[in-house]
Each structure stands twice: as C-alpha cells, then as structure tokens.
C-alpha cells in the first residue's frame, strides 16, 4: 500500500474511525491488526510473511531470553546470538548478490574458478528498517535499559507498526512503549494537525521530488551527453529530489502516526541549511545517525579513546552506513567520503579552527558555511546516484568541462519548471519559518476562513500540480529501497 | 457544543472541498465531441425537458450509431434518447436507467446487449461516465467497476475525475480550443460511411451452446430486469447487426430474456435481417456499426414493435413537443447531405441536388458526347442548357435549385464568383479546377464536374463527376 495512494489515506481515515469508536483499551490491538493489514495490502508474496515473522520471533526469543537468564555472560551470549541472527537474515536477503558478485570478480582477478549468477530473493519491503529497530531492542534489553516485552502480539506491533514499517524513523522501545500500548484520547489537533502534515509530505513528494527526478532521472540515465554545468544541476537535483522525497515521506509517516496519538520521532531538520557535515547529519535521517551512534560508535569506544580511534570509529560509523543505504559499492564509496568529510571537520575544528582569529558569527561566513557544506554533500550524493563507481567518476571529470550544450533539456517542460521552482521557493520560505516558528501552530491561530482557504489550496495544488495517476510512477519512494 | 462545533467545522471544510474539487474536475475533464459523441450525449440528457421522453436506449456505441431518436419520431412520434456512450459496461447503463428516472418517467428502455461480453477499457468506460452528475446511481457504478478492475485509484477517479485528469491544466490553460465535433440528434450519430463488406452472415441457428457473461454481467442484466419490472418499465433487450455476434451469445442472451419474459430482438437474426431488408455491406460503415440506412431500419423496427407493444402517444402535433420538430428538420437535412454522397443512381442524384438549399456548381472539363440521348436528358434533368455545354468551355451554378450563372464558350473560362452569398469559388474549364475556399475540390475526371455545397448546414457535401463510359451513363467521387 503506497503511502501516497488514495488507498492510503482511505485505510487511515477508517482506521481512525474505528479507533477512536472502539473501546480505548483496544486500540494497541487495532493497531497490530491495522499493520497486518497494512503489510498484507502491500505483498502477497508468502515468503515476505516468513522472513517478517523469523525477525519478530527472533528479537521476541531473544530479549526474552536475555531477561530469563541471570548472570551477565548469558545475557551477551545470547544478545550476539540473536543480534548475528537478525544481521544475517539481513545480509542474506539483501546483501547475498553484492557478495556473490563481488566474490566473484576478486576470483576472476586471481584467475580461480568462481562464478555468481543472482539469486532471485523477494526483499521484504522496508527490511532494513525493522531489522535495525528489532536489533536496537534486543540490545536495549541486554544493556537493562528496558524490560522485554512478554506479550509477543505487543512485540509485534513495536517491531511493524504500520506508519514507519517501510521507511522508519527508527524507533526504540523504551519510547514507543509509553506511545504504542497506552490509551489515546480523541484529540481533535492531533489528526488536524497529523493531516497537515501529510499534506505537507504529499507536497514535497508529488509536487516537487517527482519533478526533481525527472530532471535528475535524465542527467544521470544519460550522463553522457550532459558535462560541465550540466552534472552539477543534476548533482543539486538529486540530492534536493532526496530531500523532499525522504522528508515528505516522513511527514506522512509522522502525521499518519499523529493522527492516531502516536508520536514518533523526528527524522528531519532543515538539514539542507547546515553549516558543516557533522551537523548535516545530525539534521538528515536524525534517527538512523542517532542508531548508529547508539549502537555502534559509542560500543567502538566513540570519541574517548583519542583522536586516531575517533576518526576510525567515524570511518567505521558511516561505511557501514554507507552499505546499509543500498546493495551497491557506490553506496560504500559515498559512505566513505562522508567520514572523511567528518574527519577532515574535526580535523579543522579541533586542530586549525582556534589558531585562526576571525568572526564567526558573520553572516557571509554562515553563508559560506551553508554553501559549503550544500556542496560537498551534493558532490557525495553523486556517488549515492550513480550506477557505477566508474558513472560517478566520469561525471565528476566531465564537470570540469566547462560545456553548456544540452543546458536545459531536462525532460521536464516550461511549466512543469515554473511550478517547480515556486514551489522550491515556497519550500524554501516554510523552511526558514520553520526554524524559529511551528508553521502549523501560526496557521491554526488564523480566522478560520483564512485557515480553511490555505488548506484547501495546498489540496488543490497537490491534486493539480502532483505527478501522479497515470502516465506517472510516483508510488514508491526513494528509501524503502533501502 | 465544542464537539459539535468541530464537527460542523469539518463537515464545512469537506463539503467546501467537495465542491472545488468537483467544480475544477469538470474543467479540466476532455470534451470527448468525437463521432462518438460521449461527452454532448450525457451532458444533452441532463438538459431535456422534465418527463418528456417515452423511450431510453442504453448501451454502447451501437446505440450511439444505431438508434435514431428522431426517426422514431418522424415515423411513430414517440419522443426518445439514445443515452449511448462508448463501450458503455452494464454497471454504467444501470446508472444512467437510474439516473433518467430522477427527471423522466420513460416507458420503454432499449439495452443493447453488445458489452454484456465485452470489457470497457478503462479510458473508454470514463469517456461518458465522467459526464454523470455526482449521485448514488454514478458511486454504485464507479464501484462496482473498480472492484471489477481491482483498483481503489480508479473509484477515486471515477468519482473526483480531477485526480485523473489532473495534468491537462497547461493544455486547459493553453486555451486551445476543443473540437465542435459533428452533431448529436438525440444520443445518435449519423454516419453515412458504406462499408462495402460482404463478410457478414446472420446467425447460425444451429448452434446451442452459450458463451458465458463477462464478470458477474448476468447478474446485471437481472437487476436490470428487475429494476425495470419494480419501477413499471417496458424493457426490451435488442442487438443491433455485428459481426462479431454470435449463436453463443445470442443463446446466453435469449435464456436470461426467456427466465424474465422479457422481449429480445436479435437484428442478427436471419428472420429479422430478412424482414428488414438488412444488407450489412450497404448498411453498414467501416468499423462494424450501422450507418444511416442501417440505423434507419433498425430504428423502424424496434418503432414499429413499441407502437404495437405499449401504449404510447404520438407527439407529432403536440404543441409540447414542438423542438422535436425543429430538431427533426436538422436531422432530415443531415440525412439528406449522408444520402447524396452514396448515391450512385444518377437519376435519383440529379433530383435530390436539385432541391432548394443546395449550391451547386458544374464544370465541364473535356467533350462531352451529346449525342447520346440518355446523356441530354440527364444534361436537360439537371437545367442546364444543351446548346450552351456542347460548346468547349462550360460551368453553370445553381442555388436552391435556381440557375444563378451559366456560360459556354470556345474559349477557356476562368472565373472567380461566390455561392451562398460569400463563399469564393473559382472555375477553370481548361483543367476542370474547381477551388471553393482556397482548396482545390474538383476529382479532374471527364465529363461534368459537379460540385455540391449545403446552404443550410454550411457544409462542403462532395465533387462528384457524370460522365459517358462506352455509352453507359456513370457517376464517381
């Protein structure tokens, strides 16, 4: 069921009926049931059913394994245990190509005999998603932070509830368990405000990501013809079609979950406005780096075993990164050069930065920041979209040709552009409010005639001025690939 | 009262919406003014008069070309409408029985069987189906056919056409102006194609087995049955000639028509098609519908079994219906224009070219044997003056069957004159040209050129030529 589908939004409006009609002590219970039938909606492929079911059983075996047994030992065998289980099943099903093809190649390099043909598996939709939340509880559970769920249909909701089954955020028990199993009375702003935001998300997604991409889709599925200025507009389409395509996804994740009293964590934070890398990331996709931080860098030993283990571990932190965003070695290649991106800045502001003497608080140094920082992460984003290491790499050669030819054969027309570029800058404009104001908030104090007019108009020009229907592909996005 | 507040708010905004969306829909929904009329038909429906129609067809583009409203008046003065769109599916002829019933009491409906067996694509389904006023009857239908195609976008389309339509705003916007199209005479397009096919044979009766009904169509035909029963309506199940028929269907068709004693008319049928004086190649056109001969005979028929079957008053005289008169002069003139340009008997063609309202403009481009007898009389029937088209050089124009110009001469005549009051015409008796409005029209054949325009409807109808073929009188296009 894509969530930008009428469907969608039927399933959640009938949901939200039943919910707040229902009994409240029901509603975890219509919750698990609406994401069954949620994930049934999505696929009929049986073996989804087993692989989803072998993870839920596994994190519910194991943390409750863990809290079974008494001594310490016990408690991280069997953590690595199910940890190494949910991680392979992981690795099998998504990454068994990369590796057999990999192998492959290295075999064919020192002339032994291997070869790989592909082997056709049916990736569960969103796995990488509730793998890494099924990971995070079972080690929550072993470090004692959290006690493990008994109820095994409770664990199931924690580990598929239906709003961020595909794309996350990620999310952690201890917070989820205060959000998911407790009663949630009927809150009118809750759902006004949870479809607004949905809204918004339907925005970003139809309205602008799908017109970035086509943009983008030409640049790079015909990168050949295109050098000079050319690769950078499609370098900036991509990552600004990434952003709103992942972000307004997490705008309907978030309002859909608010609607029903659930909140969840915010994955978004105007990142595209960030002055360096570290604090990029901590802007984009704020719950994968706040996993990963959680879960990896801080058990690494993080910053406090000097500053050679520190730029290890930012190494270590975003290759793995890098590979769990998707199933090719392009992926590693952008993963690595964000860690250097990372090094290179703590580098500078530790060891550079307070030796020089000047005014950082000047705007055109923020401005450069911003500029700055935009750049190196379109730069890496090039690698993220290419096909090929070596597509990345002729791209980048070929900007330094200096070509104009072909500027502005883009695939999109004259005024599917001038509706994208006024809604980037209405974008734009919302998002530097946003850091100071809840835009929501500003509106909902407004008279209701003015209220009732900017809501329907933002439907009016999702529903024109969306690419979707026929004749356009704009179900899926970008990071339930991932 | 905050609950109800909030309730009433929300009730307001969707209603607002609603509306909006339902409002740009209509804007940006296509104006299908094709032959197959989809968009004017239903939109026509909407605006007749409340409780004026005796007879509804229903069905699809067999009825859009097979069922002539207004021959059924001329002939029987029965009031009717051919509420026929493209591939209409089962589900929507419910809907549109449904729908005329909320503004007229009709006692006969005709449903044409032809899509009981066939799937509507979905771009056909929309194409008259958009056109239906939001109500129950439309929900119910655009239901029933998304879970038929398993589709939940499509309801919402079906219902809010905006969300499929969507993307023509910059052709909307553009301004760039819809067809007229050809015209619509009460749900019927006249066609006056000849298709020539001798393919077609009328059923073989020997047959008894029976194709099954698509999808849960069967089920259909029975509501259908009974919706007509409940609310007093005489049905009657008809197919018009196809070659696509066949026994099989006809039998499936036949059963369910027998289980209800409901009447069944299979223009496939030898026995009709032989009472009717069928012939397909003559009338039929190319894509396998009836043209006006065709629609004219099948049209006489199911008139002539109504007036026997059901109590209906003639309208013909009646004040009341006095815009069916006006209508039915178009259509006798659209007839008339569709007739000429199949005819090939020369003495029925130089009549019906006489009439008032025609303009007429004949060239002679090479000797014309004039001592054929036969070849003068056609020269005398037409008007025009022997001793002046034996001479070289020759044109004449006629309007409203009057002689307005004519000239003979040994000299090549090149002349430059209007027909109806401004239409520009240019003659050159060398060549045979014949230019109206700038296009050359003239078919450059030997013998007389002959250039028919209608002053009533405005229409260029055809260049034809009469000629002496090895003493044998012939006429071509």
Known sequence: MALTSSLFLTFLVLLLFIYYVFPKKMQWILLLIASLIFIAFSTSNISVYIYLLLAVLVSYAGANLIGFVKTRKSKKIIQAITVTILVLQLIALKYINLIGTTS????????????????SIVVPLGISFYTLIAIGYVIDVGREKVLSQKNILKHILFVLYFPQLTSGPFTRYPEMEKELYITHKFDFKNISFGFQRILWGFFKKLVISERLAVIANTIFNNYTQYSGINIIIGAVAFTLQLYTDFSGCMDIVLGASKTLGVSLP?????????????????RWHITL??????????????????????????????????????????????????????????????????????????????????????????????????????????????????????????????????????????LFIISIIKQKNNVREMISKKPIYLR?????????????????????DATSFLYQKF | MKK????????????????????????????????????????????????????????????????????????????????????????NSLAFIKESLKTQKEKV????????????????????????????????????????????????????????????????????????????????????????????????????????????YEEYLEKIINYCKKK??????????????????????????????????????????????????????????????GAEKITNYLGKYIKENYEIEDKRGNEKYSYLEKQLEEYNDAVQNGKIVNMFDVA???????????????????????????????????GLTLQKVEKPNYYAIFENGVLKEEEGSDEVLDVKTVIDVNRPVQINTQSGSIVFEGEERSCFHPGIEILVYNNKTNQLLECSFINLDNGAIVMGR
Not at chain 2, 355 to 382: D, P, W
């Open chain 1, 266 to 282: 915010e994955n978004f934070d105007t990142p595209l406005f960030s002055k360096s890398i570290p604090e990029f990331w901590r």
């Open chain 2, 348 to 382: 029925q063609y130089v009549e019906a070219i006489k009439k008032e309202n025609y303009s007429v403009v004949y060239v002679k481009n090479q000797f014309v044997n004039t001592n054929n007898e036969n070849y003068n009389k056609i020269i005398n029937g037409l």
């Open chain 1, 452 to 472: 009732y007019a900017i809501w329907i108009c933002l439907i009016m020009v999702i529903v024109i001025f969306g690419y979707y229907g026929i004749g356009y």
């Open chain 1, 289 to 426: 780096g706040a996993w990963f931080r959680e879960y990896l860098y801080f058990p690494l030993g993080g910053s406090k075993k000097g500053n050679l283990r520190t730029y290890i571990n930012l190494m270590i932190i975003f290759l793995v990164s890098g590979i769990w965003h998707g199933t090719a070695w392009t992926f590693l290649v952008w993963g690595a050069l964000n860690g250097i991106y990372s090094v290179i800045d703590r580098v500078i502001n530790k060891k550079i930065s307070p030796k020089l003497n000047f005014n950082r608080e000047n705007i055109f140094y923020k401005f450069w920041q911003i500029i700055s920082t935009f750049a190196l992460t379109c730069f890496a984003f090039i690698f993220f979209r290419a096909e090929t290491i070596m597509q990345a790499v002729n791209m980048i050669k070929s900007i330094a040709t200096f070509n104009f030819a072909n500027v502005g054969k883009y695939g999109l027309s004259k005024i599917d552009f001038v509706i994208l570029c006024i809604s980037i800058l209405a």
């Open chain 2, 4 to 91: 109800l507040k909030i309730l009433l708010g929300v009730i307001i905004f969707f209603v607002i919406l609603v509306v909006v969306m339902l409002k740009l829909g209509d804007f940006l929904v296509p104006k299908w003014n094709d032959e197959w009329l989809n968009t004017s038909t239903v939109k026509n429906f909407y605006n007749l008069e409340k409780n004026s129609l005796d007879v509804l067809a229903v069905g699809s583009s067999h009825v859009i070309k097979g069922f002539s409203s207004l021959e059924l008046y001329k002939n029987y003065g029965i009031s009717a409408y051919g509420l026929g769109t493209e591939q209409q599916s089962p589900y």
């Open chain 2, 109 to 216: 409906v005709l449903l044409e069987m032809h899509m009981f067996f066939e799937e509507t694509p979905e771009p056909q389904n929309r194409k008259g189906f958009d056109n239906m006023k939001l109500s129950f009857n439309k929900i119910e239908a655009a239901y029933k056919d998304s879970v038929q195609r398993n589709s939940f976008e499509n309801f919402a389309s079906l219902i809010f056409p905006i969300l499929r339509y969507h993307s023509r705003f910059s052709e909307v916007l553009s301004n760039k102006e819809e067809p007229l199209g050809p015209p619509n005479y009460r749900g019927y397009s006249l066609s006056s194609e000849v298709c020539g096919n001798l393919d077609y044979v009328t059923l073989d009766e020997s047959i008894k087995e029976e194709k099954p009904f698509i999808a849960d």
């Open chain 1, 104 to 119: 492959a190649g290295i075999a064919n390099l020192l002339k032994i005999n291997f070869n790989w043909e592909n082997v």
């Open chain 2, 232 to 293: 007093n309506i005489g049905l009657i199940l008809y197919k018009n000639p196809d070659m696509d028929w066949d026994m099989q269907r006809y039998n499936a068709v036949k059963r369910v028509a027998d289980k209800f004693n409901v009447p069944y008319i299979d223009f496939n049928l030898e026995k009709i098609s032989k009472e009717i004086d069928f012939l397909y190649a003559a009338d039929c056109e190319l894509l396998n519908h009836t043209n006006i001969y």
